[in-house]
């Protein structure tokens, strides 16, 4: 505001608007915006302004939310079709009546759905985190940090780590973090080591898609496909992460410091600094044992995907290659994460189908909005 006021003085003492806007370092059309409110309102115009939003996108009033419970509670038989003609015929015209599917999500959040089975739930900063008190119940994996080689191209180390055992399973030179080149990697290692029980990382990419559904990647779902549960640390606390962060610092000094000329180079220094690690360097908590001495193989061999059955459901669907259901010659968009993956649906109510992959409910289609409502968060 203090800017904004000798902003105006200085115009006001009749210097002209280019050079004061020079001198503030903004546009003309910033500079006239503000004199032009202070023409209008005075100095009240100049303090900050609230960017707090006229109105939320998408959020239903509290109002009509507790209409809805309201007449559930009237009706406890009726589902959210009938629920919804019921608002139809109280609501003046010039309110906007909620679809079904959202109808559906007020009653399930509030517990007025009966359940086939209980939901799994997830936090949406991080999940839970495991013990992974015995080799491959738990692995961890990160990028370190990309780093220039000598060829002025970068370099990022996808690394994977058995949690237990500390046992570096996986050090890969890889010229990206692109979700393409991190798939290849993994399926080696699997072929190689076998299955994990659950794999921790962070939430950034490839290990998960900030605005994807439930915040997905191609590559976290693969791993449920295969029956690896995904543990995410919190945002902001790589301590969650910790024995494979510390790992990265000594990769890091014996490794990058200096870096190799080029990424075939820097791969063979990395596969000596694995064997050395796992099999030549004690741990002191390991009580000086290597990793190699407390790392057994997995017992899961990696087989390739399973199929997927849905017996409790209505009927199966293939997701395409767009993201998209179609459903009763009506495409909903679902993800693209989920691209030619069978998902299993289930009519709970009139035109109100619920959609699930694997084990795991995402939420219900509402044919008539052709839209998919979460009103769950995924157990991953």
Request: net charge positive.
């Amino acid at each position: 505001m203090d800017e904004r006021l000798r902003f105006v003085g200085r115009l006001l003492d009749g210097e002209d608007m280019s050079s004061v806007c020079r001198a503030f370092g903004i546009s003309r059309k910033t500079g006239y915006k503000i004199w032009n409110r202070y023409r209008e309102q005075g100095y009240e115009a100049l303090s900050d302004r609230t960017r707090r939003p006229v109105r939320y996108a998408n959020q239903l009033p509290p109002q009509i939310e507790a209409m809805i419970l309201t007449c559930r509670k009237e009706k406890p038989h009726w589902g959210a079709r009938k629920i919804r003609e019921m608002l139809v015929r109280r609501l003046p015209n010039d309110i906007k009546i909620p679809a079904n599917s959202t109808i559906h999500a007020v009653l399930d959040r509030n517990g007025l759905v009966q359940a086939a089975k209980k939901r799994n739930r997830q936090k949406r900063e991080g999940t839970h985190l495991s013990p992974g008190s015995s080799p491959n119940d738990l692995w961890c994996t990160d990028y370190k940090g990309e780093f220039k080689l000598g060829n002025r191209k970068y370099c990022y180390p996808l690394t994977v780590t058995d949690h237990a055992s500390r046992y570096l399973l996986l050090c890969e030179a890889l010229d990206s973090n692109r979700e393409d080149l991190a798939f290849p990697a993994f399926e080696r290692l699997f072929k190689e080591r076998g299955l994990p029980k659950a794999m921790r990382s962070d939430n950034g990419v490839p290990f998960a898609s900030p605005n994807a559904l439930f915040n997905l990647s191609k590559l976290s779902v693969w791993w449920l496909r295969l029956g690896i549960c995904i543990e995410r640390i919190k945002p902001g606390c790589p301590q969650q992460n910790g024995r494979h962060e510390r790992m990265h610092l000594t990769l890091k000094n014996q490794t990058t410091r200096p870096p190799e000329s080029n990424i075939l180079q820097q791969q063979d220094k990395f596969d000596l600094f694995l064997k050395e690690f796992n099999q030549e360097r004690p741990h002191e908590a390991l009580h000086m044992k290597c990793p190699a001495d407390i790392y057994e193989p997995a017992n899961q061999q990696y087989n390739g995907l399973p199929d997927l059955e849905y017996p409790l459901h209505d009927r199966e669907a293939i997701v395409t290659a767009c993201g998209r259901l179609c459903l009763h010659r009506k495409k909903i968009n679902i993800s693209t994460v989920f691209a030619g993956q069978k998902l299993g649906l289930r009519e709970v109510d009139d035109a109100i189908w619920l959609v699930s992959f694997m084990h795991y409910d995402l939420g219900y289609i509402d044919l008539e909005e052709k839209t998919l409502q979460t009103s769950t968060t995924l157990l991953i």
